[in-house]
């Protein structure tokens, strides 16, 4: 599998010596991540990206060996712009709150809009391209689920839910609930509040109650 160059707007040397043009190379970036949308991998045509890049063929090949080592990194354009959004501060959420926060950011369109489409195009290059679903798996899928199975930890380290519950299932079916609700016509932010709504009462202890009900009665005196 390629490894995914820096495409930071910071200049990197050419061969030959001479720095390379970073908004050159963001503009090629943009217009494949904007082909990869429309067209779908197998269909994307690196004439196409480099007429909508306003760059010629030999203009990018000086960059990119090959499709797949431009779409990588694409990808990890994408991939470090929405990072910080797997870092989640539970101090000042109530127990349900948080889990619902962390559930609102496992939607893959929560940074970029076009996200399910995206991944949906590579599901379909499962067979002929795998390395495209397996770079998304863990760079796009394992980072948010990995950040619901935190969330718990820590509600559990706080007494607010089980500590029998399945961690892993309920990240996986938490993130598998924006797909349903894509192919079902619904609308994404409704789905936080709904399952979570779901879940609670299966999940959490006593003690979570407790702690909500003391948290309204301060703040109504």
């Given at each position: 599998?390629?490894?995914?160059?820096?495409?930071?707007p910071a200049e990197s040397p050419r061969p030959g010596g001479r720095p390379r043009d970073a908004a050159l190379d963001e503009a090629i970036i943009?217009?494949?991540?904007?082909?990869?949308?429309?067209?779908?991998?197998?269909?994307?045509?690196?004439?196409?990206?480099a007429a909508d890049a306003g760059v010629s063929r030999p203009t990018l090949y000086r960059r990119w060996d090959n499709k797949f080592d431009l779409?990588?990194?694409?990808?990890?354009?994408?991939?470090?712009?929405?990072?910080?959004?797997?870092?989640?501060?539970?101090?000042?959420?109530?127990?349900r709150e948080a889990l619902a926060e962390a559930v609102r950011r496992l939607d893959p369109a929560y940074y970029n809009p076009d996200a399910m489409?995206?991944?949906?195009?590579?599901?379909?290059?499962?067979?002929?391209?795998?390395?495209?679903?397996?770079?998304?798996?863990?760079?796009?899928?394992?980072?948010?689920?990995?950040?619901?199975?935190?969330?718990?930890?820590?509600?559990?380290?706080?007494?607010?839910?089980?500590?029998?519950?399945?961690?892993?299932?309920?990240?996986?079916?938490?993130?598998?609930?924006?797909?349903?609700?894509?192919?079902?016509?619904?609308?994404?932010?409704?789905?936080?509040?709904?399952?979570?709504?779901?879940?609670?009462?299966?999940?959490?202890?006593?003690?979570?109650?407790?702690?909500?009900?003391?948290?309204?009665?301060?703040?109504?005196?």
């Amino acid at each position: 599998m390629a490894r995914a160059r820096d495409t930071t707007p910071a200049e990197s040397p050419r061969p030959g010596g001479r720095p390379r043009d970073a908004a050159l190379d963001e503009a090629i970036i943009l217009a494949t991540r904007a082909r990869l949308v429309r067209d779908g991998y197998s269909q994307m045509a690196i004439g196409d990206i480099a007429a909508d890049a306003g760059v010629s063929r030999p203009t990018l090949y000086r960059r990119w060996d090959n499709k797949f080592d431009l779409v990588v990194d694409a990808l990890d354009y994408g991939f470090r712009k929405q990072r910080d959004m797997y870092t989640l501060d539970l101090s000042e959420l109530e127990p349900r709150e948080a889990l619902a926060e962390a559930v609102r950011r496992l939607d893959p369109a929560y940074y970029n809009p076009d996200a399910m489409v995206l991944m949906g195009n590579f599901a379909g290059e499962a067979i002929r391209t795998p390395g495209l679903l397996e770079i998304l798996r863990r760079h796009a899928v394992e980072p948010r689920v990995s950040l619901v199975e935190r969330v718990l930890t820590e509600l559990q380290d706080r007494g607010a839910i089980r500590d029998d519950i399945d961690k892993h299932t309920i990240a996986t079916m938490c993130f598998g609930s924006y797909f349903a609700a894509f192919y079902r016509g619904d609308r994404p932010k409704d789905i936080p509040g709904a399952v979570v709504s779901v879940l609670w009462s299966a999940i959490a202890t006593s003690r979570a109650g407790i702690r909500r009900s003391t948290g309204r009665a301060k703040r109504t005196r």
